[in-house]
Structures are given as structure tokens and as C-alpha cells.
């Protein structure tokens, strides 16, 4: 025994020093854009049920309330408006919208290396939500969100490699005016990160300032058009099955200004949109289609993400449940229908109905994006930070949740077969006359960096271990490595003479740099 104890010491440390290296692209066992697709909670046959199902609410349902420019838009590309006021849309109308809808988009960040490709069955993590309090686990109660906490969630994402973009999480509360907090979000989301950023508007009426200051935050007018690096989250309908107006109005600025648009139909299951799980679903559809054939209306082939979000209720009391198995499943339904359509999709998983970043949200989170991945959703939306049903949002679940993410990711890369990983050459080196353990072997220290992940802050030591380095907890780790990164300028800053000249032109809430 004790002869093999040196290779096994050698072959610790020379793990130890592998780890310690950083990490080259090429070698990294995750990254943004890893293709998923191999978890499907529906068969062919019930993905046309659905499909079919969505066509036929379409045509006899439709939906209510379109603005007047929208009933034009949607007249000229065939729907029909009824007596009713109601737009149904003929299939030939939607299968229109499919044709020419675009594909295989790309959401651009600041920097090139943050670019997110759309297509097949690639997925990318990320936030999202509104949530109107902010955890604070120090001091354990909910306090309003601020523009500071926004600005401190943008900085930490940046810095967190599992979480892919940032939608904003969280509503500026300290920010009376309506205008002035639509303009200090897309502030400070992009001034806090180069990564895409998603925002939103409250009326129509904001989105030019909007986008003048958008323009100066990228150069020029051009140089904006060229790289897009924000998407604006639409709300385009009230379920069940109406337009929600103004945000319409909202969406045909957004596509005039070349913003790559989320469709976003948000029904709860048992109160604005059916109970049952499938016909959740279909209605998410048919509402998204719809949006679908508006947008290419205005402008065809704009950049867009179907953006099916049902949630689901707990139909005990009517409350949202967003860490649900059935919101999982939901979740992963929508995906297939997005793949079924070739189209680039969007729905939301890693809500926690818990209140703080405890077991529950742990296992909670856990599931949705685990299933999300493996359906091979796009864009996973509200995947970090998330608690109490989407009031709540903490930023030491960011940094957790990015070690969440990274075992998510490793499920959707899956198990590569090959003649290397079937393993028959190790087993005979070590087997025969070798070491009888495979520590150190060549085979284990080349895979330990490409093919397994490690956890930032999660704890893997033996218990005297743990003990012997002072019990470390998990939430107090979280907290040391947020106070470390918002203890650091925002790598995102712009320079300080396109900063003078906005804070000029717009009230900018957050202190200079």
C-alpha cells in the first residue's frame, strides 16, 4: 500500500496546479450557447395537438384591443377584424409569419465576446423579472429595490461566466418618475455590464429619450443599428387572449429603432390562462403567434424571441408559483413548441417561491433550469435571484446561482462517447500493473478541467475539513465575494466624456464614477 502512497500525492497536487491555472476558451466544459434538446416532456403527435389547438384559438377567439395602428398592420397582412372588434387571423396569416420570421438571430452585447447566437437548441442563462424588493440576507428581511441595487446586479452578472446576459431583475422604486427610471435602468444595466442587456418602457411616449440615450451610449445612431446590444422585453398582451395596447404601441417604436424584441405572453395557469398544463401552453402559442404576425407586419424578418411564459398557480389559493414542477414542465413544453417552429424562444425558469436563499430555493431553482437546459430553451429568463414568486430578488442568489448554473450546463452538454471516453486504454494501464486507482492517471488529469465542473463557492470538504476551516457557509461566502466584486469599478463604465455628456442631457441618479 505504502508504495503507491507518492503517485498518489503527486497525482493531488498535480490536480491542485491544474485547477489553479486558468481555464483557455477551448478547454472551458461549459459555456453560453451549449446545445440541449434531448429532454422532451411531449411526443410528436401532442406537439401538433397543440399547434393545431393554437391555430383554432386563433382563428375563432382571437384577440381583443389592438391599437389602431396595429389593426391596420395586422389587416394588411391578412387577420380579419370582426364585428366584435376582435383580430382572428386565418392560418394562412400565421403560416406567413412563420416564413418569413427570422432565424438563427444574434443578441449582441458591448463586447463581441458576450454575442449570443439563437438558434437550434443552444441555451443561454440569464436574469429577468421586476421584482419590487431586494432580499437582504445580512440583515433577513425584504427592503425596496433601488437603482443601486440594479447597478450592483449588472456589475455582479458581469463578472459571473454561467449567467449569459441581463435582463433587468428588479424595479428602481427610489425613482418616482416614470420616464426617469426607464432611462437610469438602461443606465445603469449598461453601464454595470457588457453582456446583452434586456430593459422595458413604461409608456410609449418614453421610448425616444429612450433611445437617444441608448444611441449615445453606443456612439451614434449607426453604430447602434449595427451591434443592438439591448432587446426590449414587450408585454404585448393581457391574457387571456387581448393586446395590451400601449405596449403594442411600445413594440412598433422598438422595431422602427432596430431593438430586437421579446414577444412576451406571461398567463398564469388557473387564473389568466387555462389550468391544464397543455392548454396553458396553447394559449402562450396562439397569444405569441399572434404577437408573431404583428411584428412581421411592421417589419419582416425583425429579430425577435418567442417569448411563451405561462406560469402556473397554486390553485389552493391563486398565488403565483413559479418553483413548481408544473411551472418546470410548462417551461419545457414551451420549449419544444419554440424548436417545433424553428424559431428562436424564451420562457422563464429558476423562479424560488422561497423567500430567502435556503434549501427550498435551492432545489427549487435546481429543477426548472435543469429541465429548461435539457429541453434546449434559448434563452432561459429569470434563471438567478430570483424569490417569493418574482417579488424578491437577492444578490447573493446571483453568485450561487451562477455555481447552480454551472451543473445546470454540464446536464445539457451531456456524456460524449467516443473511443478516448469509452476508456479501454486507462483501464488496461491501470489495471494492469499499474497503481489499481486512476488519481493522477493521464487520462484523469487531461478531463479534469474539460469535461467536469467545479463550484465556486459551494463546499465540497470532508466535514473535519469543513471544520477545520471554520465552518464556511455558503450565504456568508455569497456575501464575501459580492462585497470582493461591487469592491471594484464597473468594468463596464463608459469613458468619462461620453459620461459627462449624458449626465448632461439625462438625469442620471447614480453617483459619477
Given at each position: 500500500m505504502s508504495e503507491h502512497r507518492p503517485l498518489r500525492a503527486g497525482g493531488r497536487a498535480a490536480r491542485q496546479a491544474l485547477r489553479a491555472a486558468p481555464l483557455a476558451d477551448d478547454i472551458r466544459p461549459i459555456r453560453p450557447g451549449l446545445s440541449g434538446g434531448r429532454y422532451n416532456p411531449l411526443s410528436d403527435d401532442e406537439?401538433?395537438?397543440?399547434?393545431?389547438?393554437?391555430l383554432v384559438a386563433l382563428e375563432e377567439i382571437g384577440l381583443a384591443d389592438?391599437?389602431?395602428?396595429?389593426?391596420?398592420?395586422?389587416?394588411?397582412?391578412?387577420?380579419?377584424?370582426?364585428?366584435?372588434g376582435r383580430i382572428r387571423f386565418p392560418r394562412k396569416v400565421v403560416e406567413w409569419a412563420l416564413e418569413v420570421a427570422a432565424r438563427d438571430i444574434t443578441l449582441y452585447g458591448r463586447e463581441a465576446k458576450h454575442d449570443l447566437l439563437l438558434s437550434g437548441t443552444r441555451v443561454h442563462y440569464g436574469t429577468a423579472g421586476a421584482a419590487v424588493h431586494v432580499v437582504d440576507v445580512e440583515q433577513n428581511h425584504y427592503r425596496d429595490s433601488t437603482v443601486q441595487d440594479l447597478?450592483?446586479?449588472?456589475?455582479?452578472?458581469?463578472?459571473?461566466?454561467?449567467?449569459?446576459?441581463?435582463?433587468?431583475?428588479?424595479?428602481?422604486?427610489?425613482?418616482?418618475?416614470?420616464?426617469?427610471?426607464?432611462?437610469?435602468?438602461?443606465?445603469?444595466?449598461?453601464?454595470?455590464?457588457?453582456?446583452?442587456?434586456?430593459?422595458?418602457?413604461?409608456?410609449?411616449?418614453?421610448?425616444?429619450?429612450?433611445?437617444?440615450?441608448?444611441?449615445?451610449?453606443?456612439?451614434?445612431?449607426?453604430?447602434?443599428?449595427?451591434?443592438?446590444?439591448?432587446?426590449?422585453?414587450?408585454?404585448?398582451?393581457?391574457?387571456?387572449?387581448?393586446?395590451?395596447?400601449?405596449?403594442?404601441?411600445?413594440?412598433?417604436?422598438?422595431?422602427?429603432?432596430?431593438?430586437?424584441?421579446?414577444l412576451l405572453s406571461a398567463g398564469q395557469a388557473g387564473a389568466t390562462a387555462p389550468?391544464?398544463?397543455?392548454?396553458?401552453?396553447?394559449?402562450?402559442?396562439?397569444?405569441?403567434?399572434?404577437?408573431?404576425?404583428?411584428?412581421?407586419?411592421?417589419?419582416?424578418?425583425?429579430?425577435?424571441?418567442?417569448?411563451?411564459?405561462?406560469?402556473v398557480s397554486d390553485l389552493r389559493t391563486g398565488a403565483m408559483s413559479g418553483g413548481s414542477g408544473e411551472q418546470a414542465l410548462l417551461t419545457a413544453g414551451c420549449a419544444q413548441m419554440h424548436r417545433f417552429y424553428g424559431l428562436p424562444g424564451g420562457a422563464a425558469a429558476g423562479i424560488a417561491d422561497a423567500k430567502l436563499p435556503d434549501m427550498q430555493a435551492g432545489y427549487e431553482q435546481a429543477h426548472s433550469n435543469v429541465m429548461a437546459g435539457l429541453s434546449g430553451l434559448n434563452m432561459v429568463y429569470e434563471a438567478v435571484g430570483m424569490h417569493a414568486s418574482l417579488l424578491g430578488f437577492c444578490l447573493e442568489s446571483l453568485i450561487i446561482g451562477d455555481d447552480l448554473l454551472g451543473q445546470s450546463l454540464r446536464c445539457v452538454r451531456g456524456i460524449e462517447v467516443s473511443e478516448d471516453s469509452l476508456s479501454l486504454a486507462a483501464m488496461r494501464e491501470v489495471c494492469l500493473g499499474g497503481p489499481g486507482h486512476y488519481l493522477g492517471s493521464n487520462q484523469t488529469l487531461a478531463l479534469m478541467q474539460s469535461d467536469y465542473v467545479y463550484p465556486r463557492i459551494g463546499n465540497r470538504n470532508s466535514p473535519k475539513e469543513w471544520v477545520e476551516r471554520g465552518k464556511p457557509d455558503l450565504i456568508t461566502e455569497a456575501t464575501r465575494v459580492k462585497q470582493e466584486i461591487l469592491a471594484k469599478p464597473s468594468a463596464a463604465m463608459l469613458d468619462h466624456e461620453t459620461d459627462r455628456q449624458i449626465r448632461q442631457r439625462f438625469n442620471i441618479h447614480l453617483p459619477p464614477s
Open positions: 406537439i401538433g395537438r397543440i399547434h393545431q389547438a393554437a389592438a391599437p389602431p395602428s396595429g389593426v391596420e398592420y395586422l389587416k394588411g397582412a391578412g387577420a380579419i377584424e370582426g364585428a366584435d447597478f450592483d446586479a449588472a456589475r455582479i452578472v458581469d463578472r459571473l461566466d454561467n449567467v449569459h446576459f441581463f435582463q433587468r431583475p428588479l424595479v428602481c422604486r427610489d425613482i418616482a418618475d416614470n420616464l426617469e427610471m426607464d432611462l437610469n435602468t438602461i443606465y445603469a444595466a449598461t453601464t454595470g455590464t457588457s453582456k446583452h442587456v434586456g430593459t422595458s418602457f413604461s409608456e410609449p411616449a418614453f421610448v425616444p429619450a429612450c433611445f437617444d440615450l441608448i444611441h449615445a451610449i453606443a456612439g451614434s445612431e449607426a453604430a447602434w443599428r449595427a451591434r443592438p446590444f439591448v432587446s426590449a422585453s414587450i408585454c404585448f398582451v393581457v391574457p387571456p387572449m387581448k393586446f395590451a395596447t400601449e405596449a403594442c404601441l411600445v413594440m412598433e417604436q422598438c422595431i422602427k429603432g432596430g431593438m430586437p424584441v421579446l389550468a391544464s398544463i397543455a392548454g396553458a401552453i396553447v394559449q402562450a402559442v396562439a397569444e405569441c403567434l399572434a404577437g408573431l404576425v404583428y411584428l412581421n407586419a411592421v417589419s419582416p424578418g425583425h429579430p425577435a424571441v418567442f417569448g411563451t411564459w405561462p406560469f
